[in-house]
DNA sequence: AACTTAATATGACAATTGTCATATTCAATT
DNA sequence: AATTGAATATGACAATTGTCATATTAAGTT
C-alpha cells in the first residue's frame, strides 16, 4: 500500500519512513514538512493512507486533513502524535480520520496501517480510556496520588462524588461539618478546581470507581 | 499469536476459525459458545486475544467480557458483531474493550486482530462515525426527554456538568443569572435531585451506564 | 383587540458552600 | 518533659446556590 508521511520534524518522518518500509507491502511515496505540503502532494500523488501529525507549523494536521476530506471524502488519514488530548481527538473524529496513533509505539505503526488499509479505524491504546463519558474500569486512586491527594481526602472526593452534602459527608465520616469543609477547600485548591461540582465532574473523568 | 473464538452460532465461529488460521502468526487455541464458557476457556488457556461476539444466548458477551477484566485487566477483548449500535458501543469502550469489528469485514479481521495484538485499539468503519455524535452531548437528550427535560433545560444541564457557575451559564446563553437559577430549580425538580452536584453526576451517570 | 402562553427577568430569602485564621487534642519524637 | 505535627474543630465571613412569588415581554391564537 502507498503511503505518505507529514512531519514537520524531518527526523521522525525519516525514521517513520525507514520503520514503514520494512514492511514488504509497504511503499512510501512522499515525505511533507507541513499541513499545505500534505494537501499538494495528496493531490498528485492519491496514496492508500496518509500519516500525518497533529501540530505542525502554521496549518495543522486537523486543518490539512479538512480540506483534504473536502474534496476526497474517501481519504484514509491516520493522525500520529506525541499527546492523547482529548480536543484532538474528538476533532480528529468529527473531520472523518480512520485513526489516531501515538508516535511512542513505534512497534504497532504497521499493524495499525494493515488494519487501517482493510477498512478499519485504529486508535492507540490510551485513546479509549480517555473518550469523554467513557471510563476504563480499572479503579485508581493511583491517580489522585499524583496530585498529592491523600486517602483521607480521596474518601471525601469520592462522598462528594455520590452527591452527599458536607452535613452528610460529615455524618458519615464522623467529622464535624467545618472540617469536611476544610477537608474540601485542601482537596479544591490541590486539583486546581473551584467546587465541589467540578471536583465531582473531575472524578468522574478520572476514576470509575463509580457504583451508586 | 493465540486466540479464542466466541460465538453461539458454531458455523460462524468455525469460519472464523478458518478464516484466522489462514494467517501464519495466529492460532485459534478455542472456541467458544456461551459466555460461561468464555470466562472459563479464557482462565484456563489465557489467550492473547478474545474475540468475542455481543449478543449470545444468556451472558452477554458484554457480561463475559466485564467479568473477565475483573480477574484480568489487561485482557485483549474484541467485540463481533452484526449491528453497529450505539448502547453496545459505550457499553464496551466503558467495560475497556480494546474494538469492535463488524462480522461483514472478513478480509479485515486478521489486519484487525494484528493491529490490537501490536497495542491498539480497533473500530470497524462504520462505528467512528458514530463515535463523535456517541460522545456528543446530543445523545443523551433522549434519555433525558424521558424525565420531561426540556432542550433549553438540557443545555443548562451539559453545562452545569462541565463545572460553569451559574453566572458563567447565563453569560454563556445570554440569559440573567436568575433565569438560570430558575432553570435548575425546575431541572432539580423534574429529576428529583437536590444540588448542582447530584445534576452532574447524575447526568454522567447517563453517560456511561446507559443501559444494560 | 383581547387572551394565552412561553421565555425571561427580578428581588427577597434561607441554606449551603468555600476560605481563612485560629484553636484544641493527641500521639510520636526528641 | 518538652516539642512537634498530624487530625480535627470553631467561628466569622463572603459568595454561591436553590426556592419562590411575582413581573415583563414577545409571540401566537381566538
Redesign the pocket.
Do not use: A, Q, V
Given at each position: 500500500m502507498d503511503i505518505i508521511i507529514v512531519d514537520d520534524d524531518a527526523l521522525v518522518s525519516s525514521s517513520l519512513k525507514t520503520i514503514i518500509e520494512s514492511s514488504d507491502d509497504c511503499r512510501v511515496l512522499a515525505t511533507a514538512g507541513s499541513g499545505e505540503e500534505a494537501v499538494e502532494l495528496y493531490e498528485a500523488n492519491q496514496p492508500d493512507i496518509l500519516l500525518m501529525d497533529i501540530r505542525m507549523g502554521q496549518m495543522s494536521g486537523l486543518e490539512a486533513a479538512e480540506q483534504i476530506l473536502k474534496t476526497h471524502p474517501k481519504a484514509k488519514i491516520l493522525f500520529l502524535t506525541t499527546f492523547a488530548d482529548d480536543e484532538y481527538i474528538i476533532r480528529a473524529l468529527k473531520i472523518g480520520a480512520k485513526g489516531y496513533l501515538l508516535k511512542q509505539h513505534y512497534h504497532s505503526i504497521i499493524p495499525a496501517l494493515n488494519a487501517v488499509y482493510s477498512g478499519q479505524n485504529v486508535f492507540g491504546e490510551e485513546i479509549t480510556t480517555k473518550l469523554p463519558s467513557v471510563m476504563s474500569t480499572n479503579s485508581n486512586k493511583k491517580d489522585f496520588r499524583d496530585f498529592g491527594i491523600?486517602d483521607?481526602e480521596f474518601e471525601i472526593i469520592s462522598l462528594v462524588s455520590k452527591g452527599l452534602?458536607?452535613?452528610e459527608i460529615a455524618g458519615e465520616l464522623f467529622?464535624?461539618e467545618?472540617?469536611v469543609?476544610?477537608y474540601?477547600?485542601v482537596i479544591?485548591?490541590k486539583l486546581s478546581l473551584r467546587?465541589?461540582t467540578q471536583l465531582a465532574i473531575f472524578y468522574f473523568n478520572h476514576l470509575s470507581d463509580n457504583k451508586f
Open positions: 491523600l483521607k452534602s458536607n452535613k467529622l464535624s467545618g472540617t469543609r476544610n474540601i477547600s479544591l485548591e467546587d465541589r
